[in-house]
T-cell receptor
Framework: GQQLNQSPQSMFIQEGEDVSMNCTSS?????WLWYKQDPGEGPVLLIA?????ELTSNGRLTAQFGITRKDSFLNISASIPSDVGIYFC?????????????FGTGTSLTVIP | GAVVSQHPSRVICKSGTSVKIECRSL??????MFWYRQFPKQSLMLMAT?????????EQGVEKDKFLINHASLTLSTLTVTSAHPEDSSFYIC?????????????FGDGTRLSIL
């Protein structure tokens, strides 16, 4: 299957700092999605990217779909305690065997008040 | 926005019990729903793809007789863990995709924490 590698694996930052994380794949994806998962809950969609080079914002969050279609980054500005959680990139991948959906390895974010 | 409801949120039961988990799309129709399993501090692992009106497609290594999936309507899919054992204890999450286009995002339920004693 496809591998979506996220970095960093974990981050510990002070409240108010900006955060940047990225996701890379060995194959081309036509859609990149960013989710946030709080402990004991399901992932919640943050941003969806559909076009190479696309830059999309959602409040303090900004994500970009890489030109090569093999990477994406997510930025969070002026972090607050409720930003704590695990952030996953994800995307559908079409192959000869069908349409699969892959998740990245996750970036765990801790915000220190 | 699209809402997916998963029930129950937590199950604690004895070994050998069969457990049914429901996944409902509340405000949209989902021809395809997905079932994931997640171990602590790990990413989501796709178990199976549930298609309305047809058999589910299971990922390699997932026992279809152990994890029974039924997708009887456009808004409901169920996962039954048959004769559950302690090694089946995990966090199970369902998702549903809005529309038939494969690029549409998946929306997730809040998960079911299954604990087998």
């Amino acid at each position: 299957g496809q591998q979506l590698n996220q970095s960093p694996q974990s981050m510990f930052i002070q409240e108010g700092e900006d955060v940047s994380m990225n996701c890379t794949s060995s194959s081309i994806f036509n859609t990149w999605l960013w989710y946030k998962q709080d402990p004991g809950e399901g992932p919640v969609l943050l941003i969806a990217l559909y076009k190479a080079g696309e830059l999309t914002s959602n409040g303090r969050l900004t994500a970009q779909f890489g030109i090569t279609r093999k990477d994406s980054f997510l930025n969070i500005s002026a972090s607050i305690p409720s930003d704590v959680g695990i952030y996953f990139c994800a995307g559908p991948y079409f192959s000869n065997t069908g349409n699969q959906f892959y998740f990245g390895t996750g970036t765990s974010l801790t915000v220190i008040p | 926005g699209a809402v997916v409801s998963q029930h129950p949120s937590r199950v604690i039961c004895k070994s050998g019990t069969s457990v049914k988990i429901e996944c409902r799309s509340l405000d949209f129709q989902a021809t395809t729903m997905f079932w994931y399993r997640q171990f602590p501090k790990q990413s989501l692992m796709l178990m199976a793809t549930s298609n309305e009106g047809s058999k589910a497609t299971y990922e390699q290594g997932v026992e279809k007789d152990k994890f029974l999936i039924n997708h009887a309507s456009l808004t409901l899919s169920t996962l039954t863990v048959t004769s559950a054992h302690p090694e089946d204890s995990s966090f199970y999450i369902c998702s549903a995709r809005e529309g038939g286009w494969g690029n549409q995002p998946q929306h997730f339920g809040d998960g079911t924490r299954l604990s087998i004693l």
